[in-house]
């Protein structure tokens, strides 16, 4: 067939057109005017004022908390996700696909109902109380504190973080382990060897699911914190229903994205190259 | 012995992370069934709350336009994303990049900063409502029919596609006989995406829908100062229960495919 009639045949990236008019028209736009609305103040005039609102004292605080909050909950669901993934698959529930449909299952609860069970398990009078002062142990007081809110996103996070681990390492060819093992590899040297490099595209992609939404949630922190701890989110929410600082609020917002954008950035450049490295 | 004791352990430690995982669910249904409005005293058995939901209007309505908006978003983004994949995926290397790019922004960028900006932009042509929301769900949803669809294009032999087009196929008849049935795993786990996505997003919804309508999430956000009205206790309890079956039916089909095709892989040997 001639050059030029396959080229004719191929001629398919105009289907693409109502996609980029979409992504234009509601991602691009967007942008454009929460960037506008971020560099001028009330009347219209242009200011720095609203993205460097976020060194305030208040907000600054908020922003730090989000940031621990975020890194803890990170690092936990990795430290959870892991043994769990090769729990898993010593006990043979990999492939089957049950093991996967009993971690999404939870996800399909409405998630603010969840973390509204999460208050009533927690709280001073609540189960978890009730069931330490059956076992003889004294009440924890974890309501309205920080590790509350941190049980919340962990609980919320944790799937996003299993998920991708799990399929990393389910797809690793079971004869590099055993290869491994022939070649005298103990148990912790094949997972530092062979296993856990071959799960770090999973991983990367999980930090990247788990991260962002920590840090910015506002919900599971207005729910479990009691109203008094406030992340960067809950400050952003406020500046928009309760304050009516719309400038502040997008100010504050083009932060948070700038940041989260150059903190994945590093993560998902690594995680692409992995893959293209992978497919050439 | 020390495979036992492997076994062992690796049992108790996926039990815990199942506890940690159903121990609120486990609350909710229990307060489905509990006949107090109190959240912390039980007051007895009761299916009450389940007879007043289906009476409750508000929350039926609440229910109703949370499905509408995950099922029309999901369709529409369908329809826009998969001529969108198969377009991006014929470009250039340049252009497939700066494709690819967008589309990861919404993605990457966190709920609260894509609700804000599409509701500082839908404010200057659009009463905040259904239709707001729904143009919001379709954009954060057509990224995941996209990122879905891609790999079975990339996968897939575009020869075929190309020899029959050559052999004198129009595009249409071309496309729906070869192309579509090699993307159809691919559209369809991209719309199961993309509803349940629509069905659990709370965030933008939130910011972009204005005062009038209320989707179950943000219903339930509204009442949590007040008290949640347990009939939504029931609500989630039955949503949970379908989606156990369909997804127990799905496993048990997708299962027993699997040994089948097992078998005949063995049966050919």
Redesign the interface.
């Known amino acids: 067939?001639s050059e030029c009639?396959?080229k004719k045949?191929?001629?398919?990236?105009?289907?693409?057109?109502?996609?980029?008019l979409?992504?234009v028209g509601?991602?691009?736009?967007?942008?454009i005017?929460?960037f506008k609305?971020a560099l001028t103040d009330g009347a219209g005039a242009f200011t720095w004022d609203n993205l460097l609102s976020i060194f305030s004292d208040v907000h600054i605080k908020a922003f730090w908390f989000s940031i621990e909050i975020a890194a803890g909950c990170t690092i936990i669901c990795i430290l959870?996700a892991y043994?769990?993934v090769?729990?898993?698959k010593?006990?043979g529930?990999g492939r089957?696909?049950?093991s996967m449909?009993?971690?999404?299952?939870?996800?399909?609860?409405?998630?603010?109902?969840?973390?509204?069970?999460?208050q009533?398990?927690l709280s001073n009078?609540?189960?978890l109380n009730f069931l330490l002062g059956k076992l003889g142990m004294g009440p924890v007081a974890i309501a309205n504190t920080p590790a509350a809110i941190m049980v919340g996103v962990v609980?919320d996070y944790?799937?996003y973080m299993i998920l991708p681990i799990f399929n990393a390492i389910m797809d690793i060819d079971e004869d590099l382990i055993e290869a491994a093992r022939d070649l005298g590899a103990g148990g912790f040297t094949v997972f530092r060897r062979v296993i856990f490099p071959l799960s770090v595209p999973g991983l990367l992609s999980g930090i990247?699911m788990v991260f962002?939404?920590s840090?910015?949630?506002?919900?599971v922190s207005?729910?479990l914190g009691g109203g008094k701890l406030q992340l960067i989110?809950n400050v952003?929410?406020q500046e928009?229903t309760v304050g009516y600082n719309?400038n502040v609020?997008?100010g504050l917002?083009?932060t948070?994205?700038i940041f989260?954008?150059i903190s994945?950035m590093f993560t998902?450049k690594q995680k692409s190259e992995g893959k293209e490295s992978v497919i050439w | 012995m020390v495979r036992k004791l492997k076994k062992a352990l690796s049992g108790i430690y996926v039990t815990l992370i199942g506890i940690l995982l159903y121990a609120p669910i486990l609350v909710l249904i229990i307060l489905s069934f509990n006949d107090s409005r109190s959240r912390v005293t039980w007051g007895g058995f009761t299916l009450d709350w389940y007879a007043r939901l289906f009476a409750n209007s508000q929350i039926m309505d609440a229910l109703w336009t949370t499905v509408l908006l995950a099922l029309g978003s999901a369709v529409i983004s369908v329809l826009i994303g998969v001529p969108g994949a198969i377009g991006i995926h014929a470009m250039s290397r340049r252009g497939y990049r700066a494709f690819m790019l967008l589309t990861n922004i919404p993605m990457l960028n966190a709920d609260i900063v894509t609700g804000i900006a599409l509701m500082l932009w839908f404010v200057h042509f659009l009463p905040l409502g259904f239709g707001s929301v729904l143009l919001a769900h379709i954009t954060f949803n057509i990224p995941y029919v996209i990122l879905s669809v891609m790999p079975r294009l990339q996968t897939m032999n575009i020869s075929v596609y190309e020899a029959t087009r050559d052999l004198g196929a129009g595009p249409v008849y071309s496309f729906f006989k070869v192309l579509l049935p090699q993307m159809a795993g691919g559209i369809l786990s991209g719309f199961f995406m993309a509803f349940t996505m629509s069905m659990d997003d709370f965030v933008i919804t939130y910011f972009t829908k204005g005062a009038g309508i209320n989707t179950l999430s943000t219903m339930i956000y509204g009442q949590i100062r007040k008290g949640i009205k347990p009939e939504l206790y029931a609500l989630s309890t039955l949503i949970f229960i379908i989606v156990l079956i369909i997804l127990t039916v799905f496993q048990f089909v997708s299962g027993r495919r699997e040994r089948n095709k097992t078998y005949k892989e063995r049966y050919n040997e």
Do not use: C, Q
């Open positions: 067939m009639r396959l045949i191929n001629r398919r990236s105009f289907l693409a057109s109502p996609y980029a979409w992504i509601f991602t691009i736009l967007p942008l005017i929460i609305y959870l043994p769990m090769l729990a898993m010593n006990l529930l089957k696909g049950l449909f009993v971690i999404i299952l939870p996800m399909w609860m409405n998630f603010i109902l969840r973390i509204l069970a999460w009533m398990i009078n609540g189960i609980y944790l799937p990247v962002v939404p840090m910015t949630s506002f919900v207005d729910i989110g952003i929410e928009f719309w609020g997008s917002s083009v948070l994205m989260v954008l994945m998902v």
